[in-house]
């Protein structure tokens, strides 16, 4: 029934798919690709990424888990991304489902729809997805033998305006959790209990939280009261962590797109988590402790990698690669053993204070790009408070190396709005971007061309600046103004973002479960890849939060108190709340926090008693 | 050394686009261990070159690429080697090792056959169907509006058709077109298809429509050489698969 279903799909998309944008994006036959049996499998799961292809396939964790959960026997995963709006129309002109790409398989007759939450902009596409493969939207209305929908990624960890819609998130690393979910769904489907029973055991997996089976109370100003948890389930949910990320799965057969996408490389994962401690950054928060792969074993996979995907270029990633405590040597012997068959290597991130010449140069030897810096704060003082330990010595002696190195193109990238900013601060990013210029100037570089991006501002939560608000749009969108104005040179390429854009990934970042009403209501009024400057409807928007009765300056522009109860309070990074109190307590002194990498222990909570701790392998 | 190669590009590979061919082929070649030959200069490219674009979703019978090697090789073992490493769509016909000298793909293709099956919306006759499509060649010009980022150009496609018949096979309109190649311009097969249905009537159901260019050739007073046969140096022959 269900194959016949599927070739009903692909003789009916067959005949409009040369019309849409990239055919490619829908027809997952791609090198590599994982085709497996359906019969012989007992769980079938559908991976949904809610934004194109190109942006989905780029995601290294939706390439760990796809080929992760494919190399159990027992299990068969196939992908879905959200169709860019010129096939959504044909799909539902022609009554067409979502489709998993592999077989063209309809979503709907999925065991588990898994979606991944990078971002918060694409919560209207998960919407749409299973509006999209005719599932009901809300978990409440969905039948026995309606897919398990289950959500993952960095959103997850405050995922309450989703609350209502799916019905287990997944907190944290998944390679040893979600098998452990897949077996209980493979019980499940064989001998089926009723659905509370269900969820009640696949709550006591490390990181399962189902929203169901927490109460969320209000007070009569709008704040939380608070969260209550059933009795059977955890009353805080903590993440799951990997232990030994050096023995970790990791893909070395990886789906090689005929698309371009957009990080079209080879992806080598050399460690996870970051302990430099900038007081915005989630990611930074929620994926400690750090944990390095050893050199041998980074190695093994680049070899199978280059044999397996034939790729031109291999990205060493992390969240701060410069920071692995064996780059070096590992960047040499990659390029040693495969320079010679046009195979480069390349380092999405570089700090300014660990950057290193000489390993810049060494990784362009193949092909050559440009430079990326993040001072994030135009003076000392706002990087302190953001705990960004650089100084503009650091960044001039970095920039200066390159320019003597050869290099003509930088980037810099800044943020506006963040906490105690002043004139003076964004003052410093006008003038640090002259001195560059300056220091080009004198080295008799040639065409210097300097690109600053400044973004918004924008609170997460699980960070030290949780409880800050994001600055007023207008008040934003006047610094982006001045800052044009002072960075109006031929030289200089200016780039910001839309303000709206920002304050709504705000409202979200730090969204309770009402706003899940508003979620709902703009999708069915039209809002759909809100991340995309030419889709981004904000009028829809500020109609929906009307309609609702619900402020969403409440959420994004309204300072929090320390004893606020969080709508993520019960789900928990291992990071305490008393660490990320006191750093943001720091932070407004000006003070700054060591990495525990290269200091004492800062007592942010994560390892004691998770059997975790920090990995070096240098 | 220098190889031209043909392959056709069929099925599900009819959807990879020109210009990810390119990329699809230098990754094929890396995981064969055939190693390609590169540009100079700041950003090195394979030198990996293919005649006329194929348009995306029109299926290729046989094309051609040309491809610089580092090193000498057997030209059966790389044609074996780079084989099992394309999608399955794409298989190589045959290839042959290019004389010193010859010219690029893109300098002397200048002639393409295409063949097209479109279902008819409305059921009619041969007759009719003959004397559409003699009305459309007995036209001088035929203008046609393209759609560009500048908005509508108008344009006469006519001069570029250089024979076009047509026959019913079942509840399917099947033509054959031959067209002029060339830099400064063309037509594109959908192009013809929706101007005989606006001129003259014909009742294609043009969504539906399944194009394959059948061959592209070297024209050469009014003779159609193969791009394998002009490239060859003076007794070296192509190998099949």
């Not at chain 1, 109860?565 to 006191?582: A, I, T």
């Not at chain 2, 090697?69 to 044609?79: A, F, G, N, T, V």
Request: hydrophobic share 40%; glycine share 8%; with cysteine.
């Amino acid at each position: 029934m269900c194959e016949q279903n599927a070739a009903e799909i692909r003789r009916k998309v067959d005949r409009f798919l040369a019309r849409v944008l990239k055919p490619g994006r829908y027809l997952g036959a791609e090198w590599n690709s994982i085709h497996k049996e359906w019969e012989s499998t007992r769980v079938h799961m559908a991976f949904a990424f809610p934004d194109v292809y190109e942006v989905g396939m780029s995601h290294l964790g939706t390439r760990i888990l796809y080929h992760l959960v494919n190399s159990f026997p027992d299990f068969l995963c196939e992908r879905v991304f959200a169709p860019w709006v010129d096939m959504e129309a044909r799909l539902r002109e022609n009554g067409v489902p979502l489709y998993a790409l592999e077989f063209f398989r309809p979503l709907k007759t999925f065991d588990v729809l898994g979606f991944t939450l990078q971002y918060e902009l694409s919560f209207t596409n998960v919407l749409n997805m299973l509006d999209l493969a005719g599932i009901p939207l809300r978990a409440g209305e969905r039948k026995a033998g309606d897919p398990w929908v289950i959500a993952g990624g960095p959103c997850a960890f405050n995922p309450e305006p989703l609350a209502p819609f799916i019905d287990f998130f997944l907190l944290g690393e998944s390679e040893e959790q979600l098998p452990q979910v897949l077996d209980l769904v493979a019980e499940q489907k064989e001998t089926p209990r009723p659905r509370a029973d269900f969820l009640r055991r696949v709550a006591q997996v490390q990181g399962v939280y189902v929203p169901e089976f927490y109460q969320v109370s209000y007070r009569e100003d709008g704040r939380l009261q608070g969260i209550e948890a059933e009795p059977g389930v955890p009353r805080v949910v903590e993440k799951a962590i990997v232990n030994n990320l050096d023995q970790a799965f990791f893909p070395t057969e990886p789906i090689v797109p005929y698309l371009e996408i957009i990080h079209d490389r080879m992806m080598l994962e050399v460690m996870r988590g970051c302990s430099r401690g900038c007081r915005f950054c989630q990611a930074g928060m929620i994926y400690r402790p750090v944990r390095e792969r050893s050199p041998q074993t980074l190695l093994g996979q680049a070899e199978k990698l280059v044999r397996s995907t034939g790729y031109e270029e291999i990205s060493l990633t992390s969240l701060s690669s410069g920071d692995y405590s064996c780059i070096r040597p590992v960047v040499g012997d990659i390029l040693a053993r495969y320079g010679g068959e046009w195979v480069g290597v390349s380092l999405p991130s570089l700090r300014i204070d660990s950057f290193d010449v000489e390993l810049a140069a060494e990784v362009q030897k193949v092909r050559k790009s440009g430079l990326t810096f993040a001072p994030e704060a135009g003076t000392q003082r706002l990087r302190n408070v953001i705990n960004k330990g650089v100084t503009e010595e650091n960044l001039m002696e970095a920039v200066g190396a390159a320019f003597r190195a050869g290099w003509s193109g930088i980037k810099l990238y800044f943020m506006i709005g963040l906490p105690t900013e002043t004139q003076e601060d964004l003052d410093g990013i006008a003038d640090l971007a002259a001195k560059v210029l300056d220091l080009g100037r004198r080295l008799g570089v040639r065409n210097v061309r300097l690109t600053v991006s400044a973004s918004s501002f924008v609170p997460k939560s699980h960070t030290p600046f949780q409880w800050e608000p994001q600055e007023a749009q207008a008040s934003l969108a006047q610094k982006q103004q001045y800052l044009k104005e002072r960075l109006r040179d031929r030289r200089i390429k200016y780039n910001y973002h839309d303000v709206a854009t920002s304050f709504l990934e705000a409202v979200f970042a730090k969204g309770d479960r009402r706003l899940a009403d508003v979620l709902e209501h703009a999708y069915r009024a039209g809002c759909r890849f809100d991340g995309w400057t030419e889709q981004f409807r904000y009028g829809l928007w500020q109609e929906s939060f009307r309609g609702l009765g619900l402020d969403p300056g409440f959420y994004a522009n309204r300072t929090l108190d320390y004893d606020d109860v969080l709508p993520w309070d019960h789900l928990e990074s291992g990071v305490s709340k008393e660490f990320l109190r006191r750093e943001h307590w720091k932070a407004l002194r000006e003070t700054n926090t060591q990495d525990c990498r290269f200091a004492e222990c800062t007592g942010c909570g994560v390892c004691p008693g998770r059997g975790v701790r920090i990995d070096l392998k240098g | 050394m220098r190889l031209r190669i043909a392959y056709s590009k069929m099925e599900a590979a009819r959807f990879i686009a020109h210009l990810d061919l390119a990329r699809v082929f230098e990754r094929a070649m890396r995981r064969a261990q055939i190693p390609v030959a590169y540009s100079e200069g700041f950003n090195p490219h394979p030198k990996i070159s293919f005649g006329s674009a194929l348009a995306v979703g029109v299926e290729g019978q046989k094309e051609y690429v040309d491809i610089e090697l580092r090193q000498e090789m057997d030209i059966r073992e790389i044609l074996g080697r780079l084989q099992e490493q394309l999608p399955s769509g794409i298989r190589l016909l045959e290839g042959s090792v290019m004389a010193p000298g010859s010219k690029a793909l893109m300098a002397i293709l200048n002639s393409a056959g295409y063949l097209i099956r479109v279902p008819m919306a409305l059921p009619i006759g041969p007759e009719r169907l003959r004397e559409g499509v003699q009305a459309w060649l007995g036209r001088e010009h035929v203008s046609y509006a393209r759609y560009t980022k500048r908005g509508p150009t108008e344009k006469d496609i006519r001069p570029w058709v250089k024979r076009l018949t047509a026959g019913i096979e079942g509840e399917e309109v099947v033509l054959e077109l031959e067209v002029e190649v060339g830099n400064s311009g063309g037509v594109r097969p959908e192009e013809v298809l929706a101007s005989l249905r606006e001129l003259e009537n014909l009742p294609f159901d043009l969504d539906a429509a399944r194009v394959r260019r059948t061959g592209i050739y070297v024209q050469y007073r009014g003779q159609n050489y193969s791009p394998l046969d002009t490239a060859k140096g003076p007794g070296s022959k192509s190998e099949a698969r």
